[in-house]
């Protein structure tokens, strides 16, 4: 399916009808953390999405350029991107030029609607548009059932341009390398490198708090972990977990979890045990090291379990 006709389909899912979405007020500005020169972070809470964090419960940040802004994920809802909008302008003047995707997760991408707009191109990993096409209509629905009202005028956008490999795009004087990876956190995984301060945004493959959410493949995602820990930066940003912390040494917890989890469900499915045990037992050493254990545990396993009985 071209990304032509993805965008479409998309549209004509979340835009059977017109919206007309009243004028609000301008948007309160998130804080933000500047972890490098012209590079800015707002540190998501620890929680759920819930009317009181609109959504917004994944890190985001901006790239502020010579010639422009690239916007690194967007939050949970279309307040929480007008948000994210107001804190931008607090800082520069200059214009937003990119909003990257790191994944297609919805605390990620469903606040890219407020930076729809002349001049601005949306980008993502090449699987991206497929995976938001087909969850559109889903992420939306659950978004305005747990957000409330503050969902209003909520959608997803696709991306206007992919990644399939390496990209490198210029904000003047002020050069991002956009690489995809292989299945492990999800199938959409995007890493954003600010060549000039050596800061890596890596989206959720790597977590610090919150418990690690697996959508994709465990194995895949530990092996990658191997690969990026290769890699020298001089702080990364996480997708959940304190605006910038030290490279490679904030991989440890995410590893050792997933680890952990393998082992557990490899060993009990050589052991004959079921997916609903998996499930109630799997990973639970690992319970005291983490926030949100008990929401995202269990699916962890499920996805682990189908991904170990096939090997």
Same mark, same amino acid.
């Given at each position: 399916?071209?990304?032509?006709?993805?965008?479409?389909?998309?549209?004509?899912?979340?835009?059977?009808?017109?919206?007309?979405?009243?004028?609000?007020?301008?948007?309160?500005?998130?804080?933000?953390?500047?972890?490098?020169?012209?590079?800015?972070?707002?540190?998501?809470?620890?929680?759920?999405?819930?009317?009181?964090?609109?959504?917004?419960?994944?890190?985001?940040?901006?790239?502020?350029?010579?010639?422009?802004?690239?916007?690194?994920?967007?939050?949970?809802?279309?307040?929480?991107?007008?948000?994210?909008?107001?804190?931008?302008?607090?800082?520069?003047?200059?214009?937003?030029?990119?909003?990257?995707?790191?994944?297609?997760?919805?605390?990620?991408?469903?606040?890219?609607?407020?930076?729809?707009?002349?001049?601005?191109?949306?980008? %993502? *990993? #090449?699987?991206?548009?497929? +995976?938001?096409? &087909?969850? $559109? =209509?889903?992420?939306?629905?659950?978004?305005? @059932? /747990? !957000?409330?009202?503050?969902?209003?005028?909520?959608?997803?956008?696709?991306?206007?341009?992919?990644?399939?490999?390496?990209?490198?795009?210029?904000?003047?004087?002020?050069?991002?390398?956009?690489?995809?990876?292989?299945?492990?956190?999800?199938?959409?995984?995007?890493?954003?490198?600010?060549?000039?301060?050596?800061?890596?945004?890596?989206?959720?493959?790597?977590?610090?708090?919150?418990?690690?959410?697996?959508?994709?493949?465990?194995?895949?995602?530990?092996?990658?972990?191997?690969?990026?820990?290769?890699?020298?930066?001089?702080?990364?940003?996480? %997708? *959940? #977990?304190?605006?910038?912390? +030290?490279?490679? &040494?904030? $991989? =440890?917890?995410?590893?050792?979890?997933?680890? @952990? /989890? !393998?082992?557990?469900?490899?060993?009990?499915?050589?052991?004959?045990?079921?997916?609903?045990?998996?499930?109630?037992?799997?990973?639970?050493?690992?319970?005291?090291?983490?926030?949100?254990?008990?929401?995202?545990?269990?699916?962890?396993?499920?996805?682990?379990?189908?991904?170990?009985?096939?090997?």
């Amino acid at each position: 399916m071209t990304l032509r006709l993805l965008r479409r389909l998309a549209a004509l899912i979340l835009c059977a009808a017109p919206v007309h979405v009243a004028a609000q007020p301008e948007a309160e500005p998130f804080a933000v953390s500047e972890v490098a020169p012209g590079v800015f972070v707002h540190q998501a809470p620890y929680a759920l999405a819930l009317p009181r964090n609109l959504g917004f419960v994944g890190n985001a940040g901006f790239v502020v350029g010579r010639d422009g802004v690239a916007v690194i994920d967007t939050g949970g809802s279309l307040e929480a991107g007008e948000q994210l909008k107001a804190a931008i302008r607090q800082k520069t003047a200059l214009p937003v030029r990119y909003v990257i995707n790191t994944h297609m997760h919805p605390d990620h991408v469903l606040g890219n609607a407020a930076f729809v707009g002349p001049g601005v191109t949306f980008i %993502g *990993h #090449g699987n991206l548009p497929e +995976a938001l096409a &087909a969850r $559109a =209509e889903a992420y939306v629905s659950a978004t305005e @059932r /747990l !957000v409330g009202p503050a969902a209003a005028g909520t959608r997803v956008v696709l991306p206007d341009e992919t990644v399939g490999d390496t990209r490198d795009i210029d904000l003047g004087d002020r050069v991002l390398r956009l690489e995809a990876w292989p299945t492990a956190h999800t199938a959409t995984d995007l890493t954003v490198l600010d060549v000039s301060t050596g800061t890596w945004f890596l989206g959720d493959l790597l977590f610090l708090g919150h418990v690690p959410a697996l959508d994709g493949k465990a194995a895949g995602w530990i092996a990658l972990i191997e690969e990026l820990k290769r890699r020298p930066a001089a702080r990364a940003v996480p %997708g *959940h #977990g304190p605006a910038s912390v +030290a490279w490679p &040494a904030a $991989a =440890e917890p995410t590893e050792r979890y997933l680890k @952990r /989890l !393998v082992a557990d469900v490899r060993g009990m499915v050589r052991e004959g045990r079921t997916l609903s045990q998996a499930a109630r037992e799997a990973g639970q050493s690992e319970a005291g090291n983490w926030q949100l254990f008990d929401d995202f545990n269990a699916r962890n396993a499920t996805t682990t379990f189908h991904e170990m009985e096939w090997e």
